[in-house]
T-cell receptor
Framework: SQQGEEDPQALSIQEGENATMNCSYK?????LQWYRQNSGRGLVHLIL?????REKHSGRLRVTLDTSKKSSSLLITASRAADTASYFC???????????FGKGTSLLVTP | DGGITQSPKYLFRKEGQNVTLSCEQN?????MYWYRQDPGQGLRLIYY???????QKGDIAEGYSVSREKKESFPLTVTSAQKNPTAFYLC????????????FGPGTRLTVL
């Protein structure tokens, strides 16, 4: 099965800085989604980008998708301590019924 | 409130015992999923169900079993055949479109003593 891979595995920044996380996947997709997980909790959906879209915004989040490189990036602008969490990309193939999750990026935002 | 719930939050099991994790949703979603998460790792799919009375194996189904007798419920049984069951288990549900997001429960942390 295809697997997304996030990069970097861990990221530490200060409040107010921007955080960029990257994700790569292996096969053709229908859409790609980003999720957030606070420690010991379930995942929360952040944003979905379709395969025919190149960029999408939601509040302080900006997601890009490059299907030719099979990669996506998540940018969190003006980060806050409350953004501290793990972030996962998940790809949904054209024929699949389930998402394929990467291993995640652990983000630490210090005050 | 609409949502997806899992119980219990923490579960301890002795080796050789079967244990069942509960997952309930009132979102009227047809699809439900079980994932396993190990420390510092992503989610791995155990089983999924697209409709009542039907379910499919995921990537790591060995040692697990499920049932889908009701739309709202998708319990997971961790059997004694699962050699390394200590993990964080997450249940999710989703609407029918491929563009729907998955909604996750709060998770159950299973520890085998």
């Amino acid at each position: 099965s295809q697997q997304g891979e996030e990069d970097p595995q861990a990221l530490s920044i200060q409040e107010g800085e921007n955080a960029t996380m990257n994700c790569s996947y292996k096969t053709s997709i229908n859409n790609l989604q980003w999720y957030r997980q606070n420690s010991g909790r379930g995942l929360v959906h952040l944003i979905l980008i379709r395969s025919n879209e190149r960029e999408k915004h939601s509040g302080r989040l900006r997601v890009t998708l490059d299907t030719s490189k099979k990669s996506s990036s998540l940018l969190i602008t003006a980060s806050r301590a409350a953004d501290t969490a793990s972030y996962f990309c998940a790809s949904n193939s054209n024929s699949g019924y389930a998402l394929n999750f990467g291993k995640g990026t652990s983000l630490l935002v210090t005050p | 409130d609409g949502g997806i719930t899992q119980s219990p939050k923490y579960l301890f099991r002795k080796e050789g015992q079967n244990v069942t994790l509960s997952c309930e949703q009132n979102l009227n979603h047809d699809a439900m999923y079980w994932y396993r998460q190990d420390p510092g790792q992503g989610l791995r799919l155990i089983y999924y169900s697209q409709i009542v009375n039907d379910f499919q194996k995921g990537d790591i189904a060995e040692g697990y079993s499920v049932s889908r007798e009701k739309k709202e419920s998708f319990p997971l049984t961790v059997t004694s055949a699962q050699k390394n069951p200590t993990a964080f288990y997450l249940c999710a549900s989703k609407g029918t479109s491929n563009y729907n997001e998955q909604f996750f429960g709060p998770g159950t942390r299973l520890t085998v003593l």
